[in-house]
Nanobody, 117 residues
């Protein structure tokens, strides 16, 4: 059974940084396309960033240049480095693992990120 566990969320002031981590267990990490999604109150869940098995990355326009997704296959972990955080980045952030882009995949439980002064 695939399990994803996120960590690293918290409260940060505007302009600050956080690094989220997500560890996958129960399967072979390197075969999964990994993604970070977020959902703010009253809004739909959106894809923030994704990274393929080859290391190709993709970002939503609102975070490009501020966030960086990376993976460490030896540690079964995907990261999301978030810099220059804005209040509109406030959301629950979810880790996702899927074998093909169109699959539903597996989800973590989410970690809260709050950007506020």
């Amino acid at each position: 059974q695939v399990q994803l566990v996120e960590s690293g969320g918290g409260l940060v002031q505007p302009g600050g940084s956080l690094r989220l981590s997500c560890i996958l267990s129960g399967s072979l990490f390197k075969i999964y396309i990994m993604g970070w999604y977020r959902q703010a109150p009253g809004k739909q869940r959106e894809l923030v960033a994704s990274i393929t098995t080859n290391g190709n990355t993709n970002y939503v326009d609102s975070v490009r240049g501020r966030f960086t997704i990376s993976r460490d296959n030896a540690k079964n972990t995907v990261y999301l480095q978030m810099n220059s955080l804005k209040p509109e980045d406030t959301a629950v952030y979810y880790c996702n693992a899927r074998l093909i882009p169109t699959a539903q995949g597996f989800w973590g439980q989410g970690t809260q990120v709050t950007v506020s002064s």
